[in-house]
């Protein structure tokens, strides 16, 4: 199982230097979809599609997509997939915890990042900056899902994807939307849980300007 390496590197896209505490995601205390019934991809209206596709385009040639081998297509997947999972594709969608958007950014995530989370635009930007983030730092689509959902900082410290039911059904659903969207079968279906005791390792963060 990929962990994250010796130094428990966040690598931060954007100049921000924070702790592993929360950093962007801040707790949210559940997902959203487990409020708001999904939407079927062929009734997600196209603009949202259209900017989906265009976030993911923009972002297709970062590095860290080749360090856990995603092609410009399957990182489109991974990414349609994530917010589907997060949102059901509404652009208003929120958390009872406050969570906005396609992205599900809270309000201090979306103020680390620079955007507006109330515009789709720059809602999709952060979270494809976030989630490229967690793929660069933990190198394993599963952890960066980890981390997206219940933090950088809980997978550093379970060394693997935390035993919490909520982030293991995320995961699982994650995949499960990349399967459907993909032509090919998806490798990676069932979510690596941790096993071992938490880990009372810092974590260190970088910043990619």
């Known amino acids: 199982m990929a962990t994250p390496c010796s130094a428990d590197l966040l690598v931060v896209k954007g100049g921000f230097t924070r702790s592993s505490n929360w950093t962007f995601h801040d707790e949210r205390d559940g997902a959203v979809t487990d409020a708001i019934a999904p939407i079927p991809t062929s009734s997600a209206r196209p603009a949202i599609l259209t900017a989906i596709q265009a976030?993911?385009?923009?972002?297709?040639?970062?590095?860290?997509?080749?360090?856990?081998?995603?092609?410009?297509?399957?990182?489109?997947?991974?990414?349609?997939?994530?917010?589907?999972?997060?949102?059901?594709?509404?652009?208003?969608?929120?958390?009872?915890?406050?969570?906005?958007?396609?992205?599900?950014?809270?309000?201090?995530?979306?103020?680390?990042?620079?955007?507006?989370?109330?515009?789709?635009?720059?809602?999709?930007?952060?979270?494809?900056?976030?989630?490229?983030?967690?793929?660069?730092?933990?190198?394993?689509?599963?952890?960066?899902?980890?981390?997206?959902?219940?933090?950088?900082?809980?997978?550093?410290?379970?060394?693997?994807?935390?035993p919490f039911t909520e982030t293991r059904t995320y995961i699982a659903r994650v995949n499960r939307i990349r399967a459907r969207l993909s032509t090919s079968p998806n490798r990676n279906a069932s979510p690596r849980v941790a096993q071992d005791a938490p880990s009372d390792r810092p974590a260190l963060v970088l910043t990619l300007n």
């Open 55 to 162: 976030t993911a385009t923009r972002h297709q040639n970062n590095r860290a997509l080749a360090s856990v081998g995603l092609t410009a297509r399957d990182w489109q997947i991974l990414f349609q997939a994530m917010i589907e999972t997060e949102s059901a594709y509404n652009p208003a969608a929120q958390s009872p915890v406050g969570a906005y958007g396609l992205g599900q950014l809270m309000p201090a995530t979306a103020r680390d990042l620079g955007v507006d989370r109330t515009d789709v635009s720059q809602n999709l930007d952060g979270a494809a900056r976030y989630l490229l983030a967690q793929l660069a730092s933990f190198r394993d689509i599963d952890l960066a899902l980890a981390a997206y959902n219940a933090g950088p900082h809980r997978v550093v410290e379970y060394q693997g994807v935390p």
